[in-house]
């Protein structure tokens, strides 16, 4: 079996493709697919990962599954031509993690001392969900995997500690709301849906966000700028999820505070001047940060702001380091965007 080091090496490395020259005129709604069409098809040839034994979520193996599933789903979507290529792994894999008895997940795990560590770090669990539609498996093999996803659904919203995770008021919280809203949409459970919705516009974002668009309870932690750019990906795929044709979950904000559009002109200030960061430097990796963070291409597209997009692609876009990729919960964001979504219903 591979050891940590060579899967992350190798994944790393693949991934570490060079960013795109810059458009010659701003836009608020950027061709993703052809931006990032290089690291794509690069993360695409990873050698599939699947295990011969039980993993958990702080494995290696399963941080290189969360970064190869999505990044097959993309690989699809630009290169539709050579689907198959990029299904067949993509079923090995899943099946190996979600169906077969040997080796797959536990949707309900029963937590000891490790408490909320489970439910962040299966945050990925949340794009995996968003992947899922795009690599246009046969019904018998995506039901079984689907199964998976309702057993973990139920265990997010029954199980003791999931729900005390749901309550905490920092990248936990966002942790469960994110894999909830993504397997909710992904199992059509609508009561879910419009659960995390409310959710989301009457404790969330009251919880976690400042009146200086902060989040507060992740500035105490050991790496305050780390998590805080880990809650605002988690809850700017939050928006994207919930956000439908009629009403932008983006737009809400409180009568007496500010929502995430204060929290993405904040926050995005820092991500462009690090040096500037007025709290303490994070303990470790404080100066990789803060790479290319998918919440600003989302929210240069909800604010129409071609700044944001400019920022997010004059950023490097793949961490190789293992912490650091544990709080990038979105890898793949052209699977999160509206006209890639309508593409795939009109298909």
């Not at 494995?59 to 990044?71: D, G, K, N, Y």
């Not at 988690?234 to 505070?257: I, K, M, N, P, R």
Request: glycine letters at 4%.
């Amino acid at each position: 079996m591979m050891t940590r080091r060579e899967l992350i090496a190798g994944t790393g490395a693949l991934l570490a493709a060079r960013t795109q020259p810059l458009p010659s005129a701003p836009t608020t709604r950027p061709n993703v697919g052809q931006i990032d069409r290089e690291r794509i098809l690069l993360a695409a040839k990873v050698s599939p990962v699947v295990p011969t034994a039980r993993m958990d979520a702080a494995s290696a193996e399963f941080l290189a599954f969360t970064l190869s599933i999505p990044a097959l789903a993309a690989a699809v979507v630009i290169d539709t031509a050579n689907g198959e290529k990029y299904r067949a792994p993509a079923e090995a894999q899943l099946r190996a993690w979600f169906v077969a008895d040997a080796t797959k997940l536990d949707a309900t795990p029963v937590l000891g001392e490790r408490q909320f560590a489970e439910v962040t770090e299966m945050c990925a669990l949340g794009e995996m969900c968003v992947a899922l539609p795009f690599l246009g498996l046969e019904n018998e093999a995506l039901d079984p995997v689907k199964e998976w996803f309702k057993a973990r659904l139920k265990w997010l919203l029954e199980n003791r500690t999931a729900l005390l995770a749901r309550d905490a008021k920092d990248h936990v919280g966002a942790s469960w709301l994110l894999q909830t809203a993504a397997a909710a949409k992904l199992t059509a459970n609508e009561a879910a849906t419009s659960e995390c919705r409310h959710r989301f516009k009457t404790s969330t974002i009251r919880a976690q966000i400042n009146g200086e668009g902060l989040f507060p309870h992740e500035l105490t932690t050991e790496n305050p700028l780390r998590n805080s750019l880990f809650t605002l990906d988690l809850l700017a795929g939050v928006c994207q999820l919930l956000s439908t044709q009629f009403e932008s979950v983006w737009d809400y904000e409180l009568q007496d505070g500010p929502g995430m559009r204060t929290v993405v002109a904040k926050l995005s200030y820092y991500i462009q001047n690090r040096s500037k960061w007025p709290y303490p430097a994070d303990v470790a990796h404080f100066k990789l940060l803060p790479y290319r963070r998918p919440a600003l291409v989302f929210a240069g597209r909800a604010y129409g702001n071609a700044e944001y997009v400019t920022l997010w692609r004059g950023l490097n876009p793949d961490p190789t380091e293992p912490d650091i990729l544990r709080t990038f919960p979105i890898r793949q964001p052209v699977l999160w965007l509206p006209q890639t979504r309508a593409a795939q219903d009109k298909g």
